[in-house]
């Protein structure tokens, strides 16, 4: 799909806030809100942007994420979408994708603690231990996702700390419906919020507020199609060798600042940094690794090289987690 100057601009102001009004986005690329509003719904027929992402603090609801890889062997292609299906629809599992080399399917687990996420893993292995010939789950310490790069756009270095990770708080029945809902889908407005709530628009706004004030929801974005961008999209998984602080705060700030990094997280695992880079070729790739190895010879170290190939299920929180909190909540009331 081809993208004008425009329609890149619109991209990144719907990746910084999906609820941004259509007339502030009108105001900021210079366009009218219909023309704004028929290139938004354009790039939804065209599948171009795939879902309406609100980001939440896992935390705030007592939750932690950590990486769950798949080894697959004996599957055709049915079988692959069967369990495809299965991980899909399991109510603790989020952004799915398949790949290329080692591994053939990347998820996200989003368990309450440790006990949790092996339960739900060897759930998995049970149904499809004949299929399965290797896993790996690795905890998630730390994760930055950079979501305006595709657009080549991209935002300051964050000179201020970043904030310590918070303990969970208490949110009641229609807290978690609300949340719940705009994960489905973060365009919902308040009027179509208000009565699936039973509230005023104006109650759904003030709660809306609340949430985002206590940090339950860090963000509401976009999840674009990359190959519709003319992107595909790699995980490199890097160890770390001679390192200190200031070698890896010189490295973080490198990846905040680099157009093709787009994500980069810290597991607790047999690698110590997983960066995302997007790029239109192999070669491209192969260009920026040079400049990272070069850029840090003494302290990266390439562990492994994962090609992203679909996402069959974009990062949304499941409704597991809402079920659970949902369930703690009326146990408290």
Request: proline letters at 4%; hydrophobic letters at 35%; one cysteine or more.
């Amino acid at each position: 799909m081809m993208l004008d100057l425009k329609d890149k601009k619109i991209l990144y102001e719907l990746s910084k806030n999906c609820r941004l009004p259509t007339s502030q986005i009108a105001k900021r690329v210079g366009l009218s809100q219909q023309v704004v509003d028929y290139r938004i719904q354009r790039f939804i027929k065209n599948h171009l942007i795939t879902d309406f992402i609100t980001e939440v603090n896992l935390e705030k609801l007592g939750f932690h994420r950590h990486i769950l890889y798949l080894q697959l062997k004996n599957v055709n292609e049915q079988k692959e979408r069967e369990i495809l299906n299965y991980l899909i629809h399991h109510p603790f599992l989020t952004w799915i994708t398949t790949s290329t080399g080692r591994w053939s399917i990347i998820l996200d687990v989003i368990a309450k603690d440790l006990v949790h996420a092996s339960h739900i893993v060897e759930e998995i292995k049970s149904k499809y231990h004949h299929f399965l010939d290797e896993t790996k789950i690795i905890s998630q310490l730390s994760y930055h996702y950079f979501h305006s790069k595709y657009y080549s756009f991209s935002d300051p270095f964050p000179h201020k700390k970043l904030k310590k990770q918070t303990k969970a708080i208490s949110l009641d029945s229609l807290d978690l419906k609300l949340l719940s809902l705009l994960c489905n889908n973060a365009k919902l407005s308040f009027v179509q919020l208000s009565p699936l709530l039973h509230l005023t628009s104006n109650a759904v706004k003030n709660r809306l507020k609340k949430l985002i004030d206590q940090e339950v929801i860090k963000n509401f974005t976009i999840a674009p199609d990359k190959t519709k961008l003319g992107y595909e999209q790699y995980d490199i998984q890097f160890t770390f060798e001679q390192t200190n602080k200031e070698k890896e705060q010189r490295l973080i700030h490198y990846l905040y600042s680099h157009p093709n990094i787009n994500f980069y997280y810290k597991p607790l695992g047999p690698w110590d940094l997983e960066v995302g880079i997007f790029v239109r070729n192999p070669g491209e790739l192969r260009k920026i690794l040079l400049e990272m190895r070069t850029s840090f010879p003494d302290l990266i170290k390439i562990y492994d090289t994962v090609l992203f190939y679909e996402e069959p299920k974009s990062n949304r929180v499941p409704e597991g987690v809402f079920a659970e909190a949902r369930s703690i909540s009326s146990t408290k009331s």
